[in-house]
């Protein structure tokens, strides 16, 4: 019985974030998300336009919203499928992080997140970057010198190295959408 909760588990966690369609990122409406709205109006400083279109250039004020999403959302604890502040998965974290630093939707899953915007390779990442681990199954944001952002299965949001040989080894790709 054990092993085959294991093996279910295991199976979940392959699968996690996991559909198949080409989306698009686009502007927040403020009526999208209840918990949304209430984690914009946490931050402190630097609030972020809910009008902002994928292609308009972002200030480095929103980039500076990347270290305050952190700070509301560091240690929160990964839950497989969760999207709010009782445990949360990688994309949900990502569709969040861009809610409230750029004004932005992406879609749920890092099945959908690997297709968005341009690949770019790994040397030309900026801050507000994706990027991709174990052949697009885990995704994060570049948040510059060699660190991203992330929901870890086993520590909950933090940010790593992306010089850690574990990254290392599983980084699969980059995505420019900002």
């Known amino acids: 019985m054990l092993?085959?909760?294991l093996m279910l588990v295991s199976l979940l966690m392959?699968?996690?974030c996991s559909t198949s369609s080409r989306p698009q990122a686009k502007a927040v409406s403020q009526s999208d998300d209840?918990?949304?709205?209430?984690l914009i109006v946490g931050l402190k400083t630097n609030k972020p336009n809910l009008n902002v279109s994928v292609s308009s250039s972002h200030s480095p004020a929103q980039y500076k919203?990347?270290?305050s999403v952190y700070n509301q959302w560091a240690g929160t604890r990964y839950r497989l499928g969760g999207t709010g502040v009782r445990g949360i998965d990688c994309?949900?974290?990502m569709q969040k992080t861009f809610a409230i630093a750029f004004g932005m939707t992406l879609p749920r899953s890092t099945s959908e997140q690997q297709y968005l915007g341009k690949r770019i390779q790994k040397n030309e990442l900026k801050k507000g970057d994706l990027?991709?681990?174990?052949k697009n199954r885990h995704v994060g944001v570049y948040m510059g010198n060699g660190r991203f952002m992330h929901a870890s299965t086993s520590q909950g949001v933090i940010i790593s190295s992306l010089s850690e040989n574990y990254w290392a080894r599983t980084y699969t790709q980059s995505r420019r959408i900002l």
């Open 34 to 38: 209840a918990e949304l709205t209430h």
């Open 91 to 93: 994309s949900a974290f």
């Open 131 to 134: 990027v991709f681990f174990r």
């Open 14 to 16: 392959l699968t996690a």
């Open 65 to 67: 919203n990347l270290e």
């Open 3 to 5: 092993k085959k909760i």
